[in-house]
């Protein structure tokens, strides 16, 4: 039989929750494991109990039927089958529910496979951010493009901050303004995921305060979801130069975001690369 996809991913919610549950020992949640048990794990009934729901509504929730799944339940079910931050994700998208802005959680370095991508990518400067925009990792290209990043505190690593604040950057970008009101943009179609983060609310004020543009551009609402295709820095070594960007998810729901500068066909920049590179 073939499976429409809402049966489906009700289908997929109710092996999950069967599985979960088989691997948990009662004594894991406070129950005696003195009785004899037909099958491994926790009972249905138990997980019921425990979780502050009904038995036959949970049990419909194994059977793969089409009832919807509030965050609260999510949230409960979660803490009963002992779930790890992974297998919470996978729960609240097979709910079809939005993450709440807990899970992702912040960060402040890179596994050393990724810095190691970072590495590798010699001749394009290349950046590590978070979902605050905040960059966690670089390598030596975008040191010598974009300024020691080490030598910085947290806001002033913060991509958005910089580019409103940091009269560098406002040199070393042409055509300032089209870039900072597209980073304005892009900043703002990612707040909605993590609006409820007390971070975010003050961090926009606190920018509102340090630059007129930011203040003057934040009220407008505009939203812009697709990252830059092309950027053109004046460097006060290299001069110009001229990059493809391209933006990469991390793949393992940790919400960080890989950009990379490939120096564009048809320039001199990958050789004024190779030439800050060697200095």
């Known amino acids: 039989m073939i499976l429409t996809n809402e049966k489906h991913r009700y289908k997929e919610l109710a092996d999950f929750f069967k599985t979960r549950r088989a ?14 048990r037909r099958t491994p794990g926790l009972r249905r009934e138990e997980v019921a109990q425990l979780a502050g729901i009904g038995i036959t509504w949970y049990t419909w929730l194994e059977q793969g039927r089409t009832i919807h799944v509030s965050t609260q339940v999510i949230e409960s079910l979660s803490k009963v089958l002992l779930l790890d931050k992974q297998e919470r994700i996978h729960l609240y998208r097979l709910a079809n529910q939005p ?21 590798s990518l010699i001749f394009c400067p290349s950046l590590v951010t978070d979902q605050r925009w905040n960059v966690i990792a670089w390598n030596k290209a975008a040191f ?63 920018l509102k305060m340090q630059s007129t ?44 975001k890989l950009i990379v500068h490939t120096p564009l066909s048809g320039t001199d920049t990958a050789t004024k690369m190779k030439l800050l590179l060697d200095e």
């Open 99 to 119: 993450l709440p802005a807990d899970i992702p959680g912040y960060q402040g370095t890179v596994s050393p496979i990724l810095q190691h991508v970072l590495d």
């Open 144 to 206: 010598l493009i974009f300024g020691d990043f080490s030598e910085m505190n947290v806001r002033e690593r913060n991509i958005v901050w910089a580019m409103f604040t940091d009269n560098k950057y406002k040199q070393l970008f042409v055509d300032w303004n089209l870039h900072a009101k597209g980073l304005l943009g892009r900043f703002r179609s990612t707040c909605g995921q993590y609006i409820e983060d007390s971070w975010l609310a003050q961090f926009i004020d606190d």
């Open 23 to 36: 691997k948990i020992l009662p004594s894991q949640v406070g129950l005696s494991s003195a009785t004899r």
């Open 213 to 256: 543009e930011f203040n003057l551009w934040w009220p407008l609402h505009e939203i812009q979801s697709n990252g830059e295709k092309y950027k053109q820095l004046n460097h006060p070594i290299a001069g110009i130069l001229d990059f493809e960007v391209s933006n990469f998810d991390v793949s393992d729901n940790s919400g960080l």
